[in-house]
């Protein structure tokens, strides 16, 4: 209310002046020609003047042909009125115009009343927060307000043990005598780490809305600006108001802003940076004693933070917040669709299984893509059909079926995805097929699916060789089939040669050059902690290294063509079913495979060729259920290298 009386009385002022100088320059203006006096007594004694208004010592009037005048006349003066009679001239006269004593004080007041205003206006300016005049030392930390919505932990799923742990500083913040009595103290900082989209920040906000206490949000970026000293006089300021309200916590979002290896910078270009770390260093733990201020902070570069940060007495917890499992993404996916409306046949576990690898964000974005598609097609609930639809568009691309293919490219895609798709089916120990399509998504012509039948964490060398096999299975299929190779095997020949490559020189997979690394990832300070290979072998190594890279590469061309090769009318049936439906799932593309029609009733989970398919292994023990789970090959197949 003070604030709206302050705004009133700045706007009454700024009224008052336009007023007055609205007054001050509107004045009327005739267009008189003023004359001096003697000219006008001449024209009184020659008899052209008809008419006369004397108002004080001022006089306007009219001559005889009709145009006007003004001058100015001596005050009482005698002789003025006899000549006017004389001649027998109309007279008027008025009394002396009177100013309002208001409008005299305005306007000698008026200079002062605008410096007052101005004085005014940059007070308000000055005071009004942290971004303005002489207050840019300031914290830009936000109190969360206890009005809104909050997030609660019943908010959060997909990621059990970070809530335990988060929920036991909720707990000691509560009850710190539970702690206490047995000697434990509070943890000074958590750090919730993990990859883009696994829920960090919620995670905040959810901690936030459980805790009775202040909380400060602010983010890494909000401490440094253009002036010197300003991010460690935020630092200081947001700590003493942590000081004020304590207990309480201090969520700082995207730390890696602020707390960066120190000595990154060339030339001291980052001092600024670092004396902004320097001051968070010493408010977590220094001289002083900050009891009852929790710092939590958030990023996903905990590899570029300095170890000072990282040390026990600051961070003194640092919780991973991982991709989800299964589990985690169907609870993830039953929070996101809480307010959507679903229809009978949607099964959770079942879209779970199919999105292995998606983070809290990717399933948030799967759920309202699946809710778009089905307001689209002007449904009240959001299907089954509708979440894979949704879930293509994420893992594929968009169709781009107004993309303009020749006959021959599309011929050609249909055979490079069928050699994909027909490698896969026959090597053993690999994702099974999900689905396989001609139809343009994205950046690729076509796209052979596999999703993994369980959570994959660690690799085999088998299975790596293998996926060498089925990369190199679409650059076979057109060499075999239509004599000529493209452009289309161009991104399964980058993906083959590096997977090749880390299995020589960072996975020791390799016999001839043994379980070694070759090629250290070296530290420039000066690029900020940013990595670099640095070759740290001999030339006749690297010879070998290229040799066994090769060799890696071309053992799975010759699987691949060695399959393709045998098995040629398997390959011919399935390029041309592609050719007339475009998508084919996996039921469809073993039903082709052993040609055969497609028998809805038959056993999905057996995945043997049938009798005249030719391969060293077969498919064995795979379930349909894996179908549903696994990772996306665009334009091929996925990369399996652990992030």
């Not at 109190?143 to 997909?158: A, H, I, P, Y």
């Not at 270009?269 to 408010?283: A, S």
């Not at 075999?480 to 090749?500: F, P």
Request: charged share 25%; aromatic share 6%; hydrophobic share 40%.
């Amino acid at each position: 209310m003070n604030q709206f009386y302050k705004n009133l009385a700045l706007w009454l002022v700024i009224g008052i002046i336009l007023i007055a100088l609205f007054n001050i320059f509107n004045q009327p203006i005739t267009p008189q020609s003023e004359i001096v006096f003697s000219e006008f007594m001449n024209k009184v004694e020659n008899g052209e003047v008809a008419e006369v208004v004397m108002q004080g010592d001022h006089i306007t009037g009219k001559y005889t042909d009709g145009q006007t005048f003004q001058t100015y006349a001596p005050s009482k003066d005698p002789d003025l009125i006899k000549s006017l009679r004389d001649k027998d001239v109309r007279m008027v006269v008025k009394p002396p115009e009177q100013t309002s004593w208001y409008m005299n004080v305005l306007i000698s007041w008026f200079p002062m009343i605008l410096l007052l205003g101005i004085w005014i206006f940059f007070m308000r300016q000055m005071q009004s927060g942290g971004g303005k005049a002489l207050s840019f030392g300031k914290s830009k930390a936000r109190l969360m307000n206890e009005g809104k919505t909050k997030t609660t932990f019943k908010d959060v799923s997909g990621c059990d043990e970070a809530k335990e742990e988060l929920h036991e500083i909720i707990e000691f913040l509560k009850e710190p005598q539970k702690f206490s009595k047995l000697g434990g103290k509070i943890p000074k900082g958590v750090l919730l780490v993990g990859p883009p989209g696994t829920g960090k920040t919620l995670l905040a906000r959810a901690i936030a809305g459980e805790a009775n206490v202040p909380f400060f949000s602010i983010s890494g970026s909000d401490f440094v600006e253009m002036f010197v000293g300003v991010g460690a006089s935020r630092v200081r300021d947001l700590f003493e108001q942590g000081k004020k309200n304590s207990p309480c916590i201090i969520f700082i979002d995207e730390i890696d802003a602020v707390g960066r290896h120190r000595g990154a910078g060339l030339g001291g270009g980052h001092d600024e940076r670092e004396q902004t770390l320097n001051q968070l260093l010493v408010e977590m733990d220094g001289f002083e004693n900050n009891e009852g201020v929790i710092l939590i902070a958030a990023t996903n570069r905990p590899d570029v933070l300095d170890p000072a940060l990282l040390r026990p007495g600051r961070f003194d917890r640092q919780v991973v917040v991982g991709r989800p499992d299964i589990k985690g993404r169907e609870g993830i996916l039953k929070v996101h669709t809480a307010k959507v409306p679903l229809s009978d046949n949607v099964n959770l576990k079942v879209v779970a299984r199919g999105t292995p690898g998606f983070t809290g964000a990717d399933l948030a974005n799967l759920v309202n893509e699946a809710a778009l598609l089905a307001a689209r097609d002007e449904k009240k609930v959001v299907t089954m059909e509708d979440f894979e639809n949704a879930k293509d568009k994420v893992m594929m691309g968009v169709e781009r079926r107004s993309m303009v293919i020749t006959e021959k490219e599309k011929k050609t895609t249909a055979y490079h995805e069928a050699g994909h798709a027909l490698v896969a089916f026959l090597l053993p120990g690999t994702d099974p097929l999900h689905k396989v399509t001609i139809i343009p998504r994205g950046r690729a012509l076509g796209v052979t699916m596999q999703l993994p039948e369980d959570e994959k964490h660690t690799y085999p060398k088998e299975y790596l060789i293998h996926r060498l096999a089925i990369m190199m299975g679409g650059r076979v299929a057109e060499e075999v089939c239509l004599g000529e190779i493209t452009t289309g095997a161009g991104n399964d020949i980058e993906v083959a040669t590096e997977t090749a490559r880390k299995m020589v020189c960072e996975w020791g997979m390799s016999e001839k050059m043994g379980p070694l690394t070759y090629g250290t990832k070296e530290e420039q300070v000066f690029l900020g902690k940013d990595f670099s290979a640095q070759k740290n072998f001999s030339d006749e190594t690297a010879k070998l290294i290229d040799l066994e890279v090769k060799a890696l590469v071309m053992g799975g061309y010759n699987r691949a063509k060695e399959l393709l090769t045998e098995n040629r009318d398997a390959l011919e049936r399935l390029a041309v079913a592609l050719l007339e439906q475009e998508t084919l799932d996996l039921d469809e593309i073993k039903a082709i495979i052993k040609n055969r029609p497609l028998d809805p009733d038959s056993d999905s989970g057996k995945t043997e060729p049938a009798a005249g398919l030719k391969a060293e292994d077969t498919q064995k023990g795979k379930k349909s259920k894996g179908l549903d789970e696994g990772l996306v090959g665009g334009g091929g197949v996925p990369d399996p290298t652990p992030a």
